[in-house]
């Protein structure tokens, strides 16, 4: 398997991007922002059909759009009041500007597939280039702010209380996690990559109870649903973004019985 050349490429991609994903999901997890991985989820998809309308690699166009939108979408979905319009009218919008685009293109079902849902064949090793550059940025970045987006992330009111400059963290943030899921999308699809940017961390913290743990279980949970994704895919030739949305719904759901396990364990000691 790993003698072909697309399926390095693969592997290697999905390394990456649970890296990422694993460890910038923590913090989607924590800031409540599952509903902004969702929203640009589906800009990334209209991104990517801009991409090809004008010619260029899908994920240079992701990469505009999300990037562009991203601080606005925060903004806008910023109070609970209307966060869920806010979602339904963006993501509609946007929807359907990716139909528009690819409709333009006049490219063939594949490609709208591919862009959906991830696509293993379509993995270059200039795509691979892109990716790791992008993500050492992005760690890099996340690195630089990590004590602070903690703070910020764990203790909102304590961090204004003491002057952290949350405004601009929030705007790091939100654009660490544009390029994520722009490079995310590679493997799963615009349309699935919260699966992959929020059901490990969501694991995690039922795991275990500090933040750099709950990053290495979330980064663990993320490599094994893409790597047992990716063989399974190979082998069944059917979508990767079926198994790993599959695989990481398993292990949330399995995280929860055990949390359940671990309080009812608690009650009784407590009864006694």
């Known amino acids: 398997m790993l003698s072909y050349p697309f399926m390095q490429n693969a592997y290697l991609a999905g390394t990456i991007i649970s890296i990422i994903a694993g460890i910038m999901g923590v913090f989607v997890v924590a800031r409540n922002m599952s509903f902004l991985t ?38 806008l ?15 509609s919008l946007f929807i359907g500007l990716g139909i528009l685009f690819l409709s333009l293109s006049q490219k063939n079902a594949n490609y709208a597939t591919n862009i ?6 379509g993995i270059s090793h200039q795509n691979v280039v892109q990716m790791v550059t992008l993500s050492i940025f992005v760690l890099l970045v996340l690195l630089a702010i990590f004590r602070f987006l903690k703070f910020d992330s764990y203790d909102a009111i304590g961090s204004k209380v ?39 961390a969501a694991a995690a913290k039922y ?23 990716l063989y399974l895919s190979y082998i069944t030739n059917l979508p990767v ?8 719904s398993a292990f949330y759901g399995l995280s929860l019985f055990y949390n359940y396990v671990q309080e009812k364990g608690l009650n009784t000691q407590s009864a006694d």
């Open 241 to 248: 973004s079926f198994f790993i949305s599959a695989i990481e």
């Open 162 to 200: 003491e002057g952290l400059w949350t405004r601009t963290l929030s705007i790091a943030f939100l654009i660490l996690l544009a390029l994520s899921v722009s490079v995310s999308a590679q493997i799963v699809g615009s349309l699935l990559i919260f699966v992959l940017l929020t059901l490990p």
């Open 38 to 75: 969702h929203t640009l989820s589906e800009i990334g998809f209209a991104g990517a059909a801009f991409g090809i309308f004008m010619g260029w690699p899908p994920i240079d166009g992701m990469l505009i759009f999300t990037l562009v939108s991203s601080i606005g979408v925060g903004e």
């Open 116 to 121: 959906l849902f991830g696509s293993v064949i």
């Open 207 to 229: 795991l275990v109870h500090t933040v750099w743990g709950m990053a290495l279980v979330a980064v663990i949970l993320a490599l094994l649903g893409v790597w047992v994704g």
């Open 77 to 91: 979905g910023a109070k609970s009041s209307r966060r869920e319009n806010s979602i339904s009218a963006i993501s």
